[in-house]
């Protein structure tokens, strides 16, 4: 049975830090791409960032990059998501995937999902 369990997740004040992480079990880590995807109310799901099986590839989607670290521990089947300078906007539930191939901006291309946990930027 795969599970994708997220934490890290809380409240935070604009310009403050959090780091998200991902444990997952029930699957071969390493052949898999992992990606942090966020919801908002009322929105929908929203890539973030993914990161390469193997470690050495990183995609962000503009509105966070220089502010957001995707890294990947393969050998405790981990990957985090390091969020500096937050912001208001940056406020959403943030899910973890696992994708075995395909886009990696896109939900549909992730086979497993955690449950999501909550991040708020407020002051």
């Known amino acids: 049975q795969v599970q994708l369990v997220e934490s890290g997740g809380g409240l935070v004040q604009p310009g403050g830090s959090l780091r998200l992480s991902c444990a997952a079990s029930g699957l071969i880590f390493s052949g898999y791409v992992m990606g942090w995807f966020r919801q908002a109310p009322g929105k929908e799901r929203e890539f973030v960032a993914a990161i390469s099986r193997g470690g050495g590839l990183t995609r962000y989607v503009d509105s966070v990059k220089g502010r957001f670290t995707i890294s990947r521990d393969n050998a405790n089947s981990t990957v985090y998501l390091q969020m500096n300078s937050l912001e208001a906007e940056d406020t959403a539930v943030y899910y973890c995937?696992?994708?075995?191939?395909?886009?990696?901006?896109?939900?549909?291309?992730?086979?497993?999902w955690g449950q999501g946990t909550q991040v708020t930027v407020s002051s």
């Open positions: 995937g696992a994708s075995p191939a395909g886009l990696w901006t896109v939900p549909v291309s992730y086979e497993y």
